[in-house]
């Protein structure tokens, strides 16, 4: 069904009310420059004339309306059941106006008959508000119903959830912005839960859920490869990784820009649609769309694969599967590794291993299945883009196109190899199911083997120790962890495997206090998961003598350095080398980063010391975050040794007796009262919002910007109280940086509450702004009563100047 493309008819379009995206709404007079008709909502027959896959496969129908509506997230469980989280309040219209509504269900779907084809449907939780995640486990299933992440059980076995527990109430807010929160809980080989956009680990143990560090990455999807490694993306980044241990670089929040996570893997992420695709968001941008009206870059990228399966010939394991629902189409990368560096190549270059003419075919989310084939969530509908960020354009070309509806449409489909019959397995907690050749199976042996906490499993996985299959070794590594029965003799003979991924393993999996004799290890993986391991900056110090300068280590290495970082670079300055000489300037630049003056001193005692590290030291002390626009100053006590420092450096640098030096701050003591108050919101924070802004302040990447030397935090009250009680709608630019986030009210907190919360992160952190006084603070809820809706940014900077 190829639709004719009418160039250069151009129609004007008056400005739309419903262009509600505050900051980025476009221009207001729009020119649609390709005119074509309304696409018709086509049957799933219908539906399977307008795909082209490559060469060699097939697609099937699994599942569609109305047996399910709006699907955004799928996941088997152990028995071949397919539970299918249904959004079914999400855009009905221009304004979102449905999105209260308790209408999400999460539906639980059956092949009764063996065809292949989903035959019965059971609302397994219904009546919910957005439910946005879904994942089978422990006989019943994670579901994310924001705030709340829910464990729901059917125990009487009518295929409806009778048990509900929570699991978590951080898991994205009320209301929130639906592009921007929790989402995808995968259980990987860590026998860990790991979410997108959220910062926190889950593990299931003896029943009990438990939570802890992580790291928040991704904005929708999250999978992961044979070896445990998370994938993810960005609606215009195709493809990222974390290639060393995600939880590792919660430990220093300054590593920001480390290569070795939210690695960038794809540089060419070109694309090519089977027809013009006019209704995307920044359609008016020249850059956006082609001459013929085709998008060219992704803009809205999500629920990435990386294919496990055995359905598909053996060159297509181990590719990404990426969906990218604006252009109508599943792209395909091949993936290559080396030294622990992996990267996604574009390689079929001007065509897409599956793309549809159908503008309504949205797939959101590509998952592997238990019979070795490719499944994918396909939304259905025409509007995939919040209201929240909504342009001028793209609302014209919704409503000229007639896009709002259907929206009670839904498809789950299934891509095989031509002539395959590939059934499902179901899986039991057999350890020989490790070695099976879908990696699905795999995970869900290895899950249902944890869960259990069944010992009488260990003496089958030492065994597979010796399997000639080196991810069946793997698996049974770190299904021997989630058992707890690591012993000291199984991580001794796991390092000495021929993988480098087994012996990475054995590196994580061993006890806090093993000695590792690892001399003639080379592999720069091995030696990185040594380097987070390893606590004793003794034993750490040669290795970074020697491996210093591969970047996949020293990142490693720095993980657990936060706070150490002068002290242990005076003693790799003891062994000079290029390895060492690259890992002190690392080190220089993260305490330039903390911008605190002690580190700085020691650093600069330290380059005066050692001149074949000094040009190394001052570089890295000059170092900035270059998406700041601010300086700040950084008070010594005393005047650094003579040295020529970088213009940058000694601009930021303040001693007494500077010449032209400022005048230093006065810092005002607090009172007994406000010291009261400080105690009271160091409390506060630590319980209700270290979880996101992290007990650092630094925040986490992709979930909350820092609060340390943040020109919010330090500037008006009044603008921070408010934000407070009612929240902040993203996006919000912090210390240089966009964060397209939202953070949610606090209803809950007294005046006195927030005061207390407002006056400890204004002096903690060596923060000298002034206390808030708790009348203040009421004086501002009295202006703001009856307010209902989150402030943003424009609003805030907007207060001074009401007249």
């Known amino acids: 069904m190829t639709r004719p493309l009418i160039a250069l008819l151009c129609l004007s379009l008056a400005p739309q009310a419903l262009a509600v995206h505050s900051k980025n709404a476009g221009p207001e007079k729009v020119e649609l420059k390709f005119k074509l008709p309304p696409p018709a909502p086509l049957s799933p027959e219908e539906a399977m004339k307008s795909f082209a896959v490559e060469k060699g496969f097939r ?23 397919l539970y299918v989280c249904e959004m079914r309040g999400y855009m009905h219209d221009l304004a979102g106006s449905t999105e209260k509504e308790p209408t999400g269900r999460v539906s639980l779907l059956e092949d009764t008959d063996g065809d292949g ?32 992440l829910l464990f729901c059980k059917d125990t009487n076995g009518d295929g409806i959830a009778d048990v509900k527990e929570v699991v978590a109430t951080d898991f994205g807010t009320l209301g929130g912005q639906p592009e921007h929160m929790a989402n995808s809980p995968v259980w990987a080989m860590d026998n860990s839960i790991w979410c997108a956009g959220y910062s926190s680990r889950l593990k299931l143990r003896g029943g009990t859920w438990m939570k802890d560090v992580g790291l928040g990455r ?30 590792a670089f919660a430990r220093n929040p300054l590593l920001r820009n480390a290569t070795s996570i939210n690695a960038k893997l794809a540089a060419d992420q070109s694309l090519y649609p089977a027809h013009p695709t006019p209704g995307v968001n920044r359609g008016y941008d020249a850059k956006t769309l082609s001459a013929d009206g085709k998008l060219q870059r992704p803009t809205a990228t999500c629920g990435a694969l990386i294919y496990r399966g055995d359905a598909f010939p ?28 992996v990267k996604a190549s574009n390689t079929a270059k001007g065509s897409e291993f599956l793309t549809s003419t159908d503008e309504r075919f949205r797939p959101v989310n590509a998952c592997n299945g238990p019979d070795g084939a490719l499944y994918l969530v396909d939304m259905y509908r025409g509007i995939i883009q919040h209201q929240s960020f ?22 789950i489909w299934r891509i095989v190899p031509e002539g395959s019959n590939a059934k499902p397995v179901k899986v039991t907690k057999d350890a020989k199911l490790l070695t099976h050749a879908n990696g699905w ?23 597979l120790l010796q399997n000639e299959s080196p991810i069946a070794r793997e698996h049974a590594l770190w299904t021997l962890d989630g058992l707890a029965a690591i012993t000291p003799d199984i991580v001794k003979t ?35 998961n040594l380097a987070i391991k390893t606590i004793n900056e003794a034993a750490l110090a040669p290795l970074l003598a020697t491996h210093g300068k591969n970047a996949l280590i020293r990142e490693a290495a720095l993980t657990g350095l936060r706070g150490k970082e002068a002290a242990f670079a005076k003693t790799l300055a003891q062994t000079p080398s290029d390895g060492s000489k690259a890992v002190i300037g690392a080190l220089a630049e993260l305490i330039a980063l903390a911008g605190k003056a002690g580190p700085i001193a020691e650093m600069l005692d330290l380059a005066a010391n050692s001149p074949e590290n000094r040009d190394t030291i001052l570089k890295g002390l000059a170092k900035t975050d270059s998406k700041s626009k601010t300086v700040k100053l950084v008070w010594l006590e005393k005047s650094p040794p003579k040295l020529k420092l970088p213009a940058d450096l000694e601009k930021r640098l303040v001693w007494p007796g500077k010449p032209g030096a400022p005048t230093p701050p006065v810092i005002k003591p607090l009172t007994a009262e406000q010291t009261a108050l400080f105690e009271k919101g160091k409390t506060i924070y630590a319980t209700l919002c270290a979880a996101c802004h992290q007990p650092h302040g630094f925040g986490l990447d992709g979930l909350a910007p820092p609060l340390v030397d943040s020109e919010w935090v330090l500037g008006k009250t009044d603008v921070l109280a408010r934000i407070v009680m009612h929240g902040l709608a ?74």
Request: hydrophobic residues 40%; charged residues 25%; glycine residues 6%.
């Open 117 to 148: 084809r989903m035959d019965k449907a059971t609302a397994f939780l219904d009546q919910v508000v957005m439910p946005r995640a879904v994942m089978a486990v422990n006989g019943g299933a994670l579901i994310a119903v924001p705030p709340q």
């Open 390 to 411: 909504l342009t001028h354009y793209l609302i014209a070309n919704i409503q000229a196109r007639k896009l709002e509806q259907p929206f009670n449409m839904g498809r």
């Open 494 to 528: 796991a390092l000495t495997d021929p993988s480098e991924h087994v012996r990475a393993a054995a590196v994580r999996v061993a006890p806090r206090d093993y000695v590792f004799e690892l001399a003639a290890e080379k592999h720069p993986l091995v030696l990185a």
């Open 218 to 247: 991704g904005q929708w999807g999250l999978c992961q490869d044979d070896h445990g490694r998370l994938y993810f993306n960005y609606n215009s980044d195709m493809l990222r990784a974390d290639l060393l241990p995600t939880e």
């Open 314 to 341: 053996s060159a297509y394991r181990g590719n990404a599967f990426v969906p990218e629902p604006s252009a109508n189409l599943v792209k395909r990368f091949t993936m290559s590794e080396a030294d622990g560096l």
């Open 730 to 803: 993203g996006p919000v630019k912090v210390s240089g940086r966009t964060y397209n986030l939202a953070m949610p009210p606090l209803p809950q907190l007294t005046d006195e509450d927030i005061a207390g919360v407002l006056t400890y992160i204004r002096r903690e952190w060596e923060h000298t702004a002034s206390a808030v006084e708790t009348k203040t603070v009421t004086s501002i809820r009295e202006q703001e009563k009856g307010r209902m809706m989150m402030w943003t940014e424009t609003e805030l900077k907007n207060l001074g100047k009401k007249k």
């Open 441 to 463: 199976v795999r995970d869900t042996a290895q899950r249902l083997i944890v869960e259990s906490a069944d010992a009488s499993a260990v003496p089958a996985l030492k065994e």
């Open 59 to 81: 697609i099937e129908l699994v599942a569609s309306e109305p047996m399910i509506e709006s699907p955004v997230a799928m996941s088997f469980d152990d028995q071949g059941r």
